[in-house]
C-alpha cells in the first residue's frame, strides 16, 4: 500500500513542482494535493494520511487591504541600515574575540533585512498564520500523523514558532534566480527530500 503525503500550499507554482518534479522520485508514495485543509480532508476522503508536508507562509485573511510598502519607503528604511564600512571599520585593531565581533557585526546586517523583509510581508497578507492555522487542524483531527513544513520564505522567528506549534521537521524549498531555475533545482533537490520525508514517516 502506498504512503499517502499531503501538500497543503497556497500557490499553483508549488503544486506543479510538487506534481511533476517530486511526486515521481518515489513510485511508494501518493502524494495528496490541495490549497486548504478542508479541501484536502474532501480529496483524502477516507484514505489514512502518512504525512503532511505543509507551506508555511500564505495569505493573511486579517489582512483587509494588503498593499506594497513605497519604494521611497524602503530607501528610507535601508539607508540606515548597517554597511560593510560597519562591519570591516577598526576590526583590524579590535581587542578581543575578533572573529565572534566580525559575526555579530555581519548578522545585524542580516537582521536589518530580515525586519524590513518582514514587515513588507505583513503589509501584504503574507505570514506563517496559513502554515501554523494548517498544523492545528492536522494536530486536531489527524494525531499521531507527522506535519513538516516545507517553505521557502522562513526566517528564525517562524522556526520557533512551528517549533512551539508541534512541528516534526522543516525543509527548504531550493530556489533560483526564476522560475525555470527553481523548478530544476527542485528536481535536483527532490529524492533527497523524498528520502526525508520516508524516514520520518512511522
Same mark, same amino acid.
Given at each position: 500500500?502506498?504512503?499517502?503525503?499531503?501538500?497543503?500550499?497556497?500557490?499553483?507554482?508549488?503544486?506543479d513542482?510538487?506534481?511533476n518534479?517530486?511526486?515521481?522520485?518515489?513510485? @511508494?508514495?501518493?502524494?495528496?494535493?490541495?490549497?486548504?485543509?478542508?479541501?484536502?480532508?474532501?480529496?483524502?476522503?477516507?484514505?489514512a494520511?502518512?504525512?503532511?508536508?505543509?507551506?508555511?507562509?500564505?495569505?493573511?485573511?486579517?489582512?483587509?487591504?494588503?498593499?506594497?510598502?513605497?519604494?521611497? @519607503?524602503?530607501?528610507?528604511?535601508?539607508?540606515?541600515?548597517?554597511?560593510?564600512d560597519h562591519?570591516?571599520?577598526?576590526?583590524?585593531?579590535?581587542?578581543?574575540?575578533v572573529?565572534?565581533?566580525?559575526?555579530?557585526r555581519?548578522?545585524?546586517?542580516?537582521?536589518?533585512w530580515r525586519?524590513v523583509f518582514?514587515?513588507?510581508?505583513?503589509?501584504?497578507?503574507?505570514n506563517r498564520?496559513?502554515g501554523l492555522?494548517?498544523l492545528?487542524?492536522v494536530?486536531?483531527?489527524?494525531?499521531g500523523?507527522p506535519?513538516?513544513?516545507?517553505?521557502?520564505?522562513?526566517l528564525i522567528s517562524?522556526?520557533?514558532?512551528?517549533?512551539?506549534?508541534?512541528?516534526?521537521g522543516?525543509?527548504?524549498k531550493?530556489?533560483?534566480s526564476?522560475?525555470?531555475?527553481?523548478?530544476?533545482?527542485?528536481?535536483?533537490?527532490?529524492?533527497?527530500?523524498?528520502?526525508?520525508l520516508?524516514?520520518?514517516m512511522?
Open positions: 500500500m502506498k504512503q499517502i503525503i499531503c501538500f497543503i500550499d497556497d500557490s499553483k507554482f508549488e503544486h513542482l510538487v506534481r518534479e517530486i511526486a515521481s522520485c518515489d513510485p @511508494e508514495m501518493e502524494f495528496v494535493q490541495a490549497y486548504t485543509f478542508e479541501e484536502l480532508t474532501v480529496i483524502l476522503g477516507t484514505k494520511p502518512g504525512l503532511f508536508l505543509l507551506d508555511l507562509w500564505g495569505k493573511d485573511e486579517d489582512v483587509r487591504e494588503p498593499y506594497i510598502t513605497p519604494r521611497e @519607503e524602503l530607501e528610507k528604511k535601508i539607508a540606515g541600515f548597517p554597511t560593510l562591519v570591516y571599520g577598526g576590526l583590524d585593531d579590535f581587542e578581543g574575540d572573529i565572534n565581533e566580525y559575526l555579530k555581519l548578522f545585524a546586517m542580516v537582521d536589518s525586519s518582514e514587515l513588507a510581508c505583513n503589509r501584504v497578507g503574507q498564520k496559513y492555522y494548517n492545528g487542524k494536530r486536531k483531527h489527524y494525531p500523523v506535519a513538516v513544513f516545507y517553505t521557502r520564505k522562513s517562524d522556526a520557533v514558532d512551528m517549533f512551539k506549534a508541534g512541528a516534526d522543516l525543509y527548504i531550493p530556489t533560483g526564476n522560475d525555470a531555475e527553481t523548478r530544476s533545482l527542485t528536481r535536483e533537490y527532490a529524492p533527497e527530500l523524498v528520502n526525508a520516508r524516514e520520518i512511522p
